[in-house]
Nanobody
Framework: QVQLVESGGGLVQPGGSLRLSCKAS????????MGWYRQAPGKERELVAT???????IYADSVKGRFTISRDNAKNTVVLQMNSLKPDDTAVYYC??????????WGQGTLVTVSS
């Protein structure tokens, strides 16, 4: 099984930046894709960005040009660099991995609040 630990959430002013990190442990060799999703109050969970082995990242239109996802396979870590944050980015952010067999594993979530 894969376990995920997220870090980096918090309170930031509009226009500011935050960096989220997710470290995987366990059967990490089985991981294909690593990504970030978010869920705002009263809304459904949505994709933010994802990156699969050997592929280019995929971003939600709402974050293109502001967020960057990167992956360090040696450290089994995926990072989401978030710049130019807006109040609409306020949400709980979840790390997710997909194994080559299709198994999904979710992190516990980290809260990002963008407010002045």
């Amino acid at each position: 099984q894969v376990q995920l630990v997220e870090s980096g959430g918090g309170l930031v002013q509009p226009g500011g930046s935050l960096r989220l990190s997710c470290k995987a442990s366990g059967f990490t060799s089985r991981i294909n894709a690593m990504g970030w999703y978010r869920q705002a109050p009263g809304k459904e969970r949505e994709l933010v960005a994802t990156i699969s082995s050997g592929s280019t990242p995929i971003y939600a239109d709402s974050v293109k040009g502001r967020f960057t996802i990167s992956r360090d396979n040696a450290k089994n870590t995926v990072v989401l660099q978030m710049n130019s944050l807006k109040p609409d980015d306020t949400a709980v952010y979840y790390c997710k991995t997909n194994s080559y067999s299709g198994l999904e594993v979710w992190g516990q979530g980290t809260l990002v609040t963008v407010s002045s």
